[in-house]
């Protein structure tokens, strides 16, 4: 059961920030005691990017050209399997009516939503994904560029993600239309994360692909929040 | 077309309120009018297209007669693009104003856009087979016109897995929204892929140095495209007026008429 | 113009297979579309109900 009292407000917080804790703080929690959700996601990758060279042969030197490409994709999909959750569970036991009628902006709370999905999922993706590089043969510097592309990069996934999720919320056969609607807006994520390490390997500067995925960080900071709350409020009419 | 019957007040005669065609059942014979009428000129533009993109315009230097594909391409990928932001645009509008034509305009709009998206893919590949010698090129334009489609097949799905009609218009709008936005961020980051991976840089934009019958007959033809898309999106709009109004009695009556 | 016959036309100058591959496609799509059309305005005629969702 998903029974948890909400922590206590500390003295001097406004109202809006004691919100955003609380949803961040129960989701944790949540994430906590169900290890097997955050766990499943990483295995999950883990297999994903096992498959890639059964499927194409074991040759060190494409496996390592390919490396981020192969990674940053699995780490897609892994996120995409998690998503589906972040509302659905709410919808279940009330939680999301209670969100929507609170005193804090809906778009506080999804970003809420949205941090606690990416601390859940898409950190241990970013920390984990390098050792999977290894597997690869990838340089070394090239594995701390993979690590920091996905730490860039997965905050946005779990933002834009946010969006499809609000949007689908309660529907039949969310979890591949999520899939389907959130793919296609990621991919220039996917092209500045993994082109990120690919300019790293060749030894050209890496700042301009940080600089836009730090900038799509930005956008999705600044979009999703509201869309996805616009989207909440749809489901709910 | 028998006169429609309709439980709204008469208009009077000298005045006209554009608003007054928000509702679906007055903006009904109107689209049936407009429909015949771009119908009726998209036939005389894409014979005269043809016309003259097959029969006028030279050969060219490069590509031979290859580059005659560009007739039906170029048409098709504009219009995919121009339906999308009219989708986006009239779906925010319904979004927006609460407006229930507007938003089936946009889910008029969706299939037909979604087709312009499928030819341009599929031109785009029979021109690169003889152009480059291959039937599929990550050219940085084809591949924002996948994503396209895929935003296209989005739309349509979601809109298909929500069962109440409104919900289903709303949230659909707020997609197409956040796609507006992205498309451009699509585009420009698939164009710097394209440029970093590839070595010579291909590109299915280049369309020939043109000669004036060949811009005449490919503009020609985008008006033809256009006019086309109006009329089948406009009819579409029309069977989807029908079926989401079905209950009322001036729908009725039409069906029994028809 | 450009072409002396018919043959000539369809041909293509070689690249007939491609030319006519995509305005062939292109008249298809038109054409599923309208009878796409027709149908779903033949289902909402007759079933009353039937075609009827979005």
Known sequence: MNAIALPLPRPAETGALRGLRCVVARDLRLALRRPADTLSVLFFLVIVVSLFPLGIGPEPELLRRMAPGVVWVAALLASMLSLARMFADDLQDGTLESLLLSATPLPLLVLGKALAHWLASGLPLALVSPLLAMQFGLAPDAMGLLAVSLLLGTPVLSLVGAIGAALTVGVRGAGVLLSLLVLPLVVPVLIFGAGAVDAGSAGTSVAAHFSLLAALLVLALAGAPPAAAAALRIAFE | ?258 | MNWSSWSEFAAMGGYGLYVWGAFGMSAFAVALEIAQLRARRRALRAGDGAGART
């Open chain 2, 1 to 258: 077309m028998s006169p429609i019957a309709t439980s709204l007040p008469p208009r009077p005669p000298a005045s006209f309120h554009l608003f007054a065609y928000a509702a679906p059942q007055r903006f009904y014979p109107l689209a049936g009018r407009i429909a015949l009428a771009s119908a009726l000129v998209a036939a005389l533009l894409a014979v005269a297209g043809l016309v003259i993109g097959l029969g006028i315009a030279p050969t060219d230097a490069q590509q031979g007669e290859a580059y005659r594909i560009i007739f039906v391409h170029v048409p098709a990928a504009w219009m995919s693009m121009v339906i999308y932001l009219a989708m986006a645009f009239w779906a925010g509008i319904g979004l927006a104003f609460n407006a229930r034509l507007a938003s089936m305009f946009a889910r008029a709009l969706a299939p037909t856009g979604a087709l312009m998206a499928f030819l341009a893919l599929w031109t785009g590949a029979l021109w690169g087979k003889p152009t480059w010698g291959t039937f599929w090129v990550w050219d940085a334009r084809l591949t924002s016109e996948l994503l396209l489609l895929f935003l296209y097949i989005g739309f349509l799905s979601l809109h298909s897995a929500i069962d109440d009609v409104r919900r289903a218009d709303r949230a659909a709008a707020v997609l197409a929204l956040v796609g507006v936005v992205n498309v451009p961020v699509i585009y420009f980051s698939v164009q710097w892929w394209n440029t970093l991976h590839q070595g010579a840089s291909v590109s299915l934009s280049k369309a020939p140095s043109m000669a004036t019958p060949m811009i005449t007959g490919m503009l020609v033809m985008v008006g033809a495209f256009w006019l086309y898309a109006t009329a089948v999106t406009l009819l579409r709009l029309r069977t989807l007026i029908l079926a989401r109004e079905g209950d009322a009695a001036w729908a009725r009556r039409l069906r029994e008429a028809a």
